[in-house]
């Protein structure tokens, strides 16, 4: 068992009544906040020192191009020299349009490679991106556009023809950079004095128009570098202002973990799957990280449906996912070695066991079970990877560790938020313990603040609980344009509230033990932190997406719950009395009474295993055979339930199993 401190209080910090001392990074034993490296002032020069540190010819980014059945081929690189050049001409571009330092550009699009061609582009210049989910719609791209009055926006084909639907109510977008060929018909749609071009057509413009490419204007660590809207879970998009520092800074603290050896290097030979979306501020400051390093970064096809494709191709060493993603993984891993079964399905299990009890030990690798029976999983990743992130949501102990035991790699756990760059605080590679999200990262610090109401207190034993607030060179200046909020969010003394609830464990990591925001009180008195209880039913194989729902005026919870298909069919090919229906379509399953209290029970059951409260435990649920998506509105592009919206969308089903659930126990 390890006795590390990876966290500790910083010196001299004076006793505030209410509050625990600020705690930073354990590497930062001067007390001071991780900045960003000398000369190197924006995410230009990051750019710069990763070609300096790779070679100007070395590998940069990638992509898969068609080929003429429309199927994709190998990965065609672009060097480091040559996405310092594009990025030069499309910054330039822009700036003969129109977009001077510090105008907004907007990047409306899904992961390519054409999105950090943009962004690089305005970072040469001091045009300001602002990306958008791509998968938001219309009126939120809308209000993005209106609220940063853009001037340019980039954009990918297959949105082009919604955005041309609105594009004459957004006056002050002159010109809209089509990433590949604009179709005829579309050409007339644009409104009057504004204009489509390719990228190939901004390109030429910024390099030639008559004269070489304009002189580079130089932003400086303060400046702002991106506007970052969060996905919302209650309501419309804020856009967050981050600087160059905020980034730069999460860069430098990462590199002062690699060099005391808690992170794996990064250097050319490395390369990375971008997965999560860029518009995401994890994925953008994984990309800054890696870039930074000199590091590889290749973009899957669009489809994440192929996703497994990509990764036989590029054989990445890096990855970086969302728990669902990982929470599906194990669950196909472990349905696969249950359905072997005899001696294979066992030796798994015994060499996973011995694995998992190693962890507490610090080592996650085995001489002769990573190679007899974990390297068929490992070979799933392309059998290189070297590093491994989770980040955006909490991911369960379980996954975790199945994660580490079966792909005997760094697993990293990482927290944040959008108004902190994303990653706060993350796990150091030596630490197995699964349960908490690290120390803060050095350009970060954290401190707990009582909540009565809730009866969490700094001076609780054997470890202090409240609210974690968070203060460093990481966290953003303001939400554009909406100065009360940002007073509501940063104090004046420039924390902000995470809303989560947690406790420094004995090793001085964050745990994460409740959520103070979305909680709401039952009728009889009981507070519920619904996402709380989400985690841990979607961690229960036959639960694909869960929304817990719950109301001051009612003494008990009801659920919307999505099943795994393949598994809530082998629940019901096991039960003794509906087994024959077995094959029937799933919508008619999740509309079978039967079938209901099949995972009703379930829902109780795995409540109980998982020490729920009984009031935390639904008392009824709704089978949807449709997914939670972004496309209905329901996720955000982070895969979190968006509350408000799933509310609206089922509030009649949450009126109907109230008054059966009141019914039954009346």
Same mark, same amino acid.
């Given at each position: 068992?390890?006795?590390a401190?990876?966290?500790?209080?910083v010196?001299?910090?004076?006793?505030?009544?209410?509050?625990?001392?600020?705690?930073?990074?354990?590497?930062?034993?001067?007390?001071?906040?991780?900045?960003?490296?000398?000369?190197?002032?924006?995410?230009?020069?990051?750019?710069?020192?990763?070609m300096?540190?790779?070679?100007p010819?070395?590998?940069?980014?990638?992509?898969r191009?068609?080929?003429?059945?429309?199927?994709?081929?190998?990965?065609k690189?672009?060097?480091?020299?040559?996405?310092?050049?594009?990025?030069?001409?499309?910054?330039?571009?822009?700036?003969?349009l129109?977009?001077?330092?510090?105008?907004?550009?907007?990047?409306?699009?899904?992961?390519?490679i054409?999105?950090?061609?943009?962004?690089y582009?305005?970072?040469?210049?001091?045009q300001?991106?602002?990306?958008?989910?791509?998968?938001?719609?219309?009126?939120?791209?809308?209000?993005?556009?209106?609220?940063?009055?853009?001037?340019?926006?980039?954009?990918?084909?297959?949105?082009?023809?919604?955005?041309?639907?609105?594009?004459?109510?957004?006056?002050?977008?002159?010109?809209?950079? =089509?990433f590949?060929e604009i179709p005829?018909?579309?050409?007339?749609l644009?409104?009057?004095?504004?204009?489509?071009?390719?990228?190939?057509?901004?390109?030429?413009?910024?390099?030639?128009?008559?004269?070489a490419?304009?002189?580079?204007?130089?932003?400086?660590?303060?400046?702002?570098?991106?506007?970052?809207?969060?996905?919302?879970?209650?309501?419309?998009?804020?856009?967050?202002?981050?600087?160059?520092?905020?980034f730069?800074?999460?860069?430098?603290?990462?590199?002062?973990?690699?060099?005391?050896?808690?992170?794996?290097?990064?250097?050319?030979?490395?390369?990375?799957?971008?997965?999560?979306?860029?518009a995401?501020?994890l994925?953008?400051?994984?990309?800054?990280?890696?870039?930074?390093?000199?590091?590889?970064i290749?973009f899957?096809?669009?489809?994440?449906?192929?996703?497994?494709?990509?990764?036989?191709?590029?054989?990445?060493?890096?990855?970086?996912?969302?728990?669902?993603?990982?929470?599906?993984?194990?669950?196909?891993?472990?349905?696969?070695?249950?359905?072997?079964?005899?001696?294979?399905?066992?030796?798994?299990?015994?060499?996973?066991?011995?694995?998992?009890?190693?962890?507490?030990?610090?080592?996650?690798?085995?001489?002769?079970?990573?190679?007899? =029976?974990?390297?068929?999983?490992?070979?799933r990743?392309?059998?290189?990877?070297?590093?491994?992130?989770?980040?955006?949501?909490?991911?369960?102990a379980?996954?975790?560790?199945?994660l580490?035991?079966?792909?005997?790699?760094?697993?990293?756990?990482?927290?944040?938020?959008?108004?902190?760059?994303?990653?706060s605080?993350?796990?150091?590679?030596?630490?197995m313990?699964?349960?908490?999200v690290?120390?803060?990262?050095?350009?970060?610090?954290?401190?707990?603040?009582?909540?009565?109401?809730?009866?969490?207190?700094?001076?609780?034993?054997?470890?202090?609980?409240?609210?974690?607030y968070?203060?460093?060179?990481?966290?953003?200046?303001?939400?554009?344009?909406?100065?009360?909020?940002?007073?509501?969010?940063?104090?004046?003394d420039?924390?902000?509230?995470?809303?989560?609830?947690?406790?420094?464990?004995?090793?001085?990591?964050?745990?994460?033990?409740?959520?103070r925001k979305?909680?709401f009180?039952?009728?009889?008195?009981e507070? =519920?932190?619904?996402?709380?209880?989400?985690?841990?039913y979607?961690?229960?194989?036959?639960?694909?997406?869960?929304?817990i729902?719950?109301?001051?005026?009612?003494?008990?919870?009801?659920?919307i719950?999505?099943?795994?298909?393949?598994?809530l069919?082998?629940?019901?090919?096991?039960?003794f009395?509906?087994?024959?229906?077995?094959?029937?379509?799933?919508?008619?399953?999740?509309?079978?009474?039967?079938?209901?209290?099949?995972?009703?029970?379930?829902?109780?059951?795995w409540g109980?295993?998982?020490?729920?409260?009984?009031?935390?435990?639904?008392?009824?649920?709704?089978?949807?055979?449709?997914?939670?998506s972004?496309?209905?509105?329901?996720?955000?592009?982070t895969?979190?339930?968006?509350?408000?919206?799933a509310?609206?969308?089922?509030?009649?089903?949450?009126?109907?199993?109230?008054?059966?659930?009141?019914?039954?126990?009346?």
């Amino acid at each position: 068992m390890t006795t590390a401190i990876y966290s500790i209080e910083v010196p001299g910090a004076p006793v505030v009544p209410g509050e625990t001392k600020p705690r930073i990074d354990s590497i930062n034993v001067d007390g001071k906040l991780t900045t960003n490296m000398d000369g190197v002032n924006n995410m230009h020069d990051n750019l710069l020192l990763g070609m300096k540190l790779a070679g100007p010819n070395a590998r940069c980014l990638g992509y898969r191009p068609m080929n003429g059945n429309n199927e994709p081929g190998p990965y065609k690189w672009m060097t480091f020299k040559e996405v310092k050049e594009s990025a030069t001409d499309i910054g330039s571009g822009f700036t003969k349009l129109g977009a001077s330092a510090k105008s907004r550009v907007g990047i409306f699009s899904a992961n390519r490679i054409e999105w950090s061609l943009v962004d690089y582009g305005c970072c040469v210049y001091g045009q300001i991106s602002v990306p958008m989910y791509d998968t938001l719609g219309m009126e939120a791209v809308k209000h993005m556009a209106e609220e940063t009055e853009m001037v340019v926006i980039a954009i990918s084909p297959e949105k082009l023809t919604e955005f041309l639907k609105l594009w004459a109510d957004l006056p002050l977008v002159k010109t809209v950079v =089509v990433f590949g060929e604009i179709p005829k018909e579309s050409v007339a749609l644009a409104p009057e004095g504004a204009q489509l071009m390719t990228l190939d057509n901004l390109m030429e413009l910024g390099k030639n128009d008559g004269h070489a490419p304009l002189p580079e204007i130089s932003a400086g660590p303060s400046d702002a570098y991106t506007i970052c809207y969060t996905s919302g879970t209650t309501g419309r998009p804020k856009g967050a202002v981050l600087s160059h520092m905020c980034f730069l800074s999460t860069v430098n603290a990462a590199r002062n973990r690699i060099n005391h050896g808690h992170i794996p290097t990064l250097d050319n030979s490395d390369v990375h799957l971008s997965i999560l979306p860029l518009a995401h501020c994890l994925e953008r400051c994984i990309h800054a990280i890696l870039s930074g390093n000199g590091a590889r970064i290749g973009f899957n096809q669009g489809d994440m449906r192929k996703v497994v494709e990509d990764i036989g191709e590029l054989r990445p060493t890096v990855l970086v996912g969302v728990p669902r993603i990982f929470n599906r993984i194990h669950d196909q891993v472990w349905a696969q070695v249950k359905a072997r079964g005899g001696i294979a399905s066992s030796l798994f299990s015994y060499a996973h066991g011995v694995k998992r009890a190693n962890l507490k030990m610090g080592s996650n690798t085995h001489w002769l079970w990573d190679r007899v =029976v974990f390297k068929a999983v490992r070979e799933r990743f392309g059998g290189r990877l070297r590093l491994v992130i989770s980040g955006a949501a909490p991911i369960s102990a379980d996954v975790l560790d199945f994660l580490r035991v079966t792909l005997s790699t760094t697993v990293l756990e990482g927290y944040g938020m959008t108004e902190v760059t994303g990653p706060s605080g993350v796990t150091y590679g030596g630490d197995m313990q699964a349960g908490s999200v690290g120390p803060p990262l050095g350009n970060s610090m954290y401190k707990l603040v009582s909540v009565p109401d809730m009866n969490y207190k700094v001076d609780d034993k054997p470890n202090p609980r409240g609210e974690l607030y968070i203060k460093g060179n990481s966290t953003f200046s303001e939400y554009y344009k909406q100065p009360e909020l940002t007073a509501e969010t940063i104090d004046t003394d420039g924390w902000i509230a995470t809303g989560d609830i947690g406790t420094f464990n004995e090793h001085g990591n964050f745990v994460v033990i409740d959520r103070r925001k979305n909680m709401f009180k039952l009728a009889q008195g009981e507070y =519920v932190t619904p996402e709380r209880i989400e985690i841990i039913y979607t961690d229960c194989p036959v639960i694909e997406q869960i929304y817990i729902h719950g109301d001051s005026l009612q003494s008990t919870l009801v659920a919307i719950l999505v099943p795994n298909e393949e598994f809530l069919r082998r629940e019901i090919e096991g039960s003794f009395t509906i087994s024959e229906r077995a094959s029937k379509p799933l919508n008619n399953l999740c509309m079978d009474q039967d079938v209901v209290q099949l995972m009703m029970n379930i829902v109780k059951s795995w409540g109980q295993k998982n020490d729920l409260k009984g009031f935390e435990i639904p008392k009824a649920v709704y089978l949807e055979s449709d997914p939670f998506s972004v496309e209905n509105n329901i996720m955000t592009p982070t895969l979190k339930v968006k509350r408000l919206a799933a509310k609206a969308r089922y509030s009649q089903i949450i009126a109907e199993l109230y008054a059966k659930s009141n019914s039954d126990s009346a």
